[in-house]
């Protein structure tokens, strides 16, 4: 008999991934399929379109559904074993939301094995009623976002609640827009699912259960209790929505069910496969590579920190700008969180224009620039950013050698100006920096390791500068694609629990007791004459933040 497998989705902004690992976590093998370059027919950019309303950025359903036809197919052309797949779990984009219609349970249950998932008229159009997913890209809920956070007492009431205040990306005002603006579509809209309870559907043959850390990123649930709240429930949808929400939201390592009969005969799945909710892409990190003392700096589309502390009894103050995560496995720790919208594309923004799009030419700008960039300071948001929130636009500051003189906005600085690479950098860094404090709890040990993931984790030029600015080791993981690992875990982690660990089994038992070896590499080591500069950049980093803020508020 062959050894269990367990395989693990990461449906991401720009590509669906699709890992395998062994029962000690070691990779067997990856499979991807990006939505430019493999489905150009849908039209995408970046695997998003844009929409006729300002902000409004989705993501074409049926594009995923034939994204999971051609990533199985490339699996499968590998050699897998697919009987030998004993669960399946994965991430998927956090906040993005699919509207299933009346007829999708009907539809997911009787799939013929001849069809493809996307062959037209087999469940896209007739399982959705919407095309679109909104994804976490989208901007267009400011309105809803302000009513939700009235509805309840404002953003702070909402923060300590939720785990974090009123985002246009979170999936509760994206779904009170659709409310407003697209009644008939909403009323259509039998069950709404995430990106990440979407994909399991699809394995299950029905809808399935919202997975406990991905709905923290929703405004719908109450972070302390991990329960939906019926007060957020009417506002963002109204009474019909507790409905359309489902159950429940389940934790990690839950068996939902065995694999559907379509995948059996279709792909040759073993009809004892099973399903374990999917969670969101920045908690399956988490599961993949994080121990206390450690924080995670994802480095992709988005640029996010993610640190596991001690459950709270209340979230804090802090949480107005940061988000607060249930955990995925636990009721012993959640996960807080800085996210940030303009992360990879606004570095490769940079790049384009100052180094011809080569990334060793960009490199060699940011490493040739003094430290402290000779007093600029650069604000690159192509998007609407989430941190600081709505600022949009390109702000260059000159910092003065005497702390007393404020700095100087710029004007006229050329594109292609060599300060450019270090600058954005720097800038996305200090943001981070300037805000860990406060969202670490009282008299937390320092941090010991940034590990770094997401595709700016591969250059050594962006690992060394990580490593001076925060003033830990960098480190990296085995795999760049740490979603899809950590989806991969939490599928073995549900069989374990069904075989082994019982209902009390804990995540950490799990971890010795399947003999999983650590992949971590050391990349950098932080300078500490460096470190000790960036700190002292700190203040002018904050003053200018103030003044973007401002003047893109005036």
Known sequence: MSSPLFLGFDLSTQQLKAIIIAEDASIVHESAVHFDRDLPAYGTTNGAVKGPDEGEVTSPVRMWLEAIDLVMQRVKNAGVDLRAIAGISGAGQQHGSVYWSEEAEEALAA??????????????????????????????????????????????????????RA????????IARIRRLKPAAYRASARVSLVSSFIPSLFLGYIAPIEVSDASGMNLMNVLTCKWDDTLLEACGGSELRAK?????????????????????????????IIAPFTGDNS?????????????????????????IPPAD?????????????????????????????????????RDRCADADWARYNELVEQSPLGNSGFMGFYFPLPEIIPPGVQGEFIFQCKDNDSEEPE?????????????????DSQFLSIKSRIAAILPAQSPPLQRLI?????????????????????????????????????????FAWWKARVGGASGSFEEMTVGT????????????????????????ENYRWCEKRVIQLCQA
């Open 245 to 273: 929400i489902g159950p429940e939201p389940v934790f990690g390592g839950t068996v939902l069910g065995n694999i559907s009969r379509w995948w059996v005969e279709r792909w040759g799945f073993n009809p004892e496969c």
């Open 167 to 174: 985002y246009e990306r979170f999936t509760g005002p994206q």
């Open 452 to 492: 770094v993931t997401g595709g700016s984790s591969a250059n050594q030029t962006i690992r060394q500068l990580a490593a001076d600015v925060f003033g830990m080791r960098v480190y990296v993981a085995e795999s760049k694609e740490a979603a899809g690992t950590g989806g991969a875990v939490l599928a073995k």
């Open 409 to 425: 906005l710029l004007h006229g600085l050329q594109p292609d100006a060599p300060q450019h690479p270090r600058a954005i950098l």
């Open 314 to 350: 209340t979230p804090p103050a802090r949480f107005t700008t940061s988000h607060l995560l249930s955990h995925p496995t636990t009721l012993d720790a959640q996960i807080a969180m800085l996210c940030y919208k303009n992360g990879a594309l606004a570095r490769e923004q940079i």
């Open 515 to 538: 003999g999983e070896v650590e992949r971590m590499r050391l990349v950098a080591t932080p300078k500490v004459e460096v470190t000790r500069v960036y700190e002292g950049l700190v």
């Open 111 to 164: 799939m013929d094995p001849k069809r493809s998932l996307a062959d037209p008229g087999h469940l896209a159009p007739r399982a959705f009623a919407l095309p679109n997913a909104p994804i976490w890209q989208d901007s267009s809920t400011t309105k809803d976002c302000r009513d939700l956070e009235a509805a309840v007492g404002g953003p702070q009431v909402l923060a300590d609640l939720t785990g974090s």
């Open 284 to 308: 399956a990190t988490v599961v993949a590579l994080s121990s206390p003392g450690d924080a995670l700096l994802s480095l992709g589309t988005s640029t996010t920190l993610l640190l596991s």
